[in-house]
Each structure stands twice: as structure tokens, then as C-alpha cells.
């Protein structure tokens, strides 16, 4: 049995069903390494070292993303469980490279777990067409209902086991791994990162905005500034960008728009 008192188990469960449920929902964003991490490490009294492994884990996710049919790995089940193992292994910061070590093998685990719930999932599709058919808009509402909480289950069951590990176990597990594994899976972890921006790039990237980018990279070298420094410096840049558009848009020079705000008000001149 953990440390942790009956409350604080029963809040960690309720976390982990709410992130299971997010990572099909993607409305509240529960299932997000960030805001799962941070949340387990509020109600166990970890939050310092929750919001760094939420962050950790967040650079790492953030290219992850459910495209078509592809699923991508689970971020829900690795957030809560690194959390855990993180919480009850008692290392505070030092853990942080041995439990994204393990999450990122559980986030490609979780997929198996996802496709165990889809596969429950289906004859309820079915009990959803034949109460359609009925014109029971209720049941069909009580049926999605229990589809999504089956998803928060798959997580909530994994979580509520872990929790009954004695974290004498989860410690010593913890401290006996290899330097040459975690310093391995750090490693691993940090080009998982770059190809996770990369992603995002890809997907964001076009001529309007590649000065920005360029921007950011120019203004982070910069060390006397603060992350909340450079979050205002992007902020503003992008209301100057946004107010640039508009004038843009509704200039009366006679010039053609050729969808780059910036080259049309210069066009005007």
C-alpha cells in the first residue's frame, strides 16, 4: 500500500478517469502530460516536481496527435502513471529522467489498452442504431455516456493499481536501474522532443510565419529574459501581426492582396 491517505488516492484515481476520458473528448485536456502531471502532484502534495514532469513530458507529446485512423501513442496513461511512479518513488527531481523513462514505453502501451476499449465499444454502436431507430434520444445519450467512461476506466484501473504498490518497491525498482537506461532514455527522450516540434513545424509552417519563428529563436538566446518575458514579447508580436492583417485587409491603395499581410502593406507604399 502507498503512503498516500485514502483522499489523496481516491483524488488520484478521479484524475486519471478524467485524463482517460480527455483523450477521447480533447475538450477539457485532462489527458495532456502538463495538466496530468500537475493535477496528480497537487492533490499528492508534489506540485513542484508534477509541473516538471508535466513539462518534461509535454515537449515530448506535443507532436502527438490522433490523425484519421492512425492512433497516436497514449499520452493520458503515460502522464498519470510517470506521475505515480514518480510520486511514490520519493526521489522529488532526481526521479523525474527514470519516470519519463518509463513513460514513454507506456504511452505505446496504452494503445493496446485503447484498442481493447474500442473493440468494447462496438456493440454498443450497435445498441445506439437500434435505440436511433426507436427515436430514444435518451438512451443514446446514457449510451455515449458510458462509451466515454469507458475510456476513463482504462486509465483509472492501471492508476488505482499502482497505487497499491508499497513505494518502498516503487523506490527500489527506481534506484535500480542502470545509468546507462536512464541516461539512455533522457537522451532518446530529448530527439523524441525535436521530432515532435518538427511535427508541429511542419504543419504550421508558411512564409507569414517563418520570421516569427526565426524571432523566437534570436529572443530565447537572450538569458536575461524570463520564459514570461518571452511569452509577452510573443504575445505582443502576434497582436502586431494580427493589427498588421487588418490594415492589410482593408487597405484602399488598390493593390491586390497576395495573402501576406506584411508584403501588402508594403505593396500600398
Not at 537572450?222 to 518571452?230: D, G, N, P, V, Y
Request: charged content about 10%.
Amino acid at each position: 500500500m502507498s503512503d498516500l491517505n485514502i483522499i489523496q488516492i481516491i483524488l488520484v484515481v478521479f484524475v486519471a478517469f478524467l485524463a482517460g476520458m480527455e483523450g477521447i473528448l480533447d475538450e477539457f485536456q485532462f489527458h495532456q502530460p502538463l495538466v496530468a502531471c500537475t493535477l496528480i502532484g497537487l492533490v499528492t502534495g508534489n506540485l513542484e516536481v508534477g509541473i516538471i514532469l508535466g513539462g518534461s513530458l509535454q515537449m515530448i507529446a506535443l507532436g502527438w496527435a490522433n490523425i484519421g485512423a492512425a492512433v497516436a501513442p497514449d499520452a493520458a496513461l503515460a502522464s498519470v502513471a510517470a506521475a505515480i511512479i514518480l510520486v511514490l518513488g520519493g526521489q522529488g527531481e532526481a526521479g523525474i529522467p527514470a519516470a519519463i523513462a518509463i513513460a514513454i514505453p507506456l504511452a505505446v502501451a496504452g494503445l493496446f489498452l485503447t484498442m481493447v476499449v474500442r473493440t468494447l465499444a462496438v456493440p454498443i454502436v450497435h445498441m445506439m442504431d437500434k435505440a436511433a431507430e426507436e427515436g430514444n434520444f435518451r438512451k443514446i445519450e446514457m449510451l455515449q455516456v458510458l462509451a466515454i467512461c469507458m475510456q476513463g476506466v482504462r486509465i483509472a484501473i492501471p492508476a488505482g493499481a499502482l497505487l497499491f504498490i508499497p513505494a518502498q518497491t516503487v523506490q527500489a525498482a527506481l534506484e535500480s536501474m542502470p545509468a546507462w537506461l536512464t541516461d539512455g532514455m533522457a537522451i532518446g527522450g530529448g530527439m523524441v522532443v525535436a521530432v515532435g516540434y518538427a511535427l508541429v513545424i511542419n504543419m504550421m509552417a508558411s512564409k507569414e510565419v517563418w520570421p516569427f519563428f526565426v524571432l523566437g529563436f534570436v529572443i530565447a538566446a537572450i538569458s536575461q529574459l524570463t520564459l514570461i518575458a518571452i511569452g509577452a514579447l510573443g504575445v505582443a508580436l502576434a497582436l502586431i501581426y494580427l493589427n498588421l492583417s487588418k490594415m492589410g485587409g482593408s487597405s484602399t491603395g488598390g493593390g491586390s492582396s497576395t495573402g501576406d499581410p506584411l508584403g501588402d502593406i508594403l505593396n500600398d507604399y
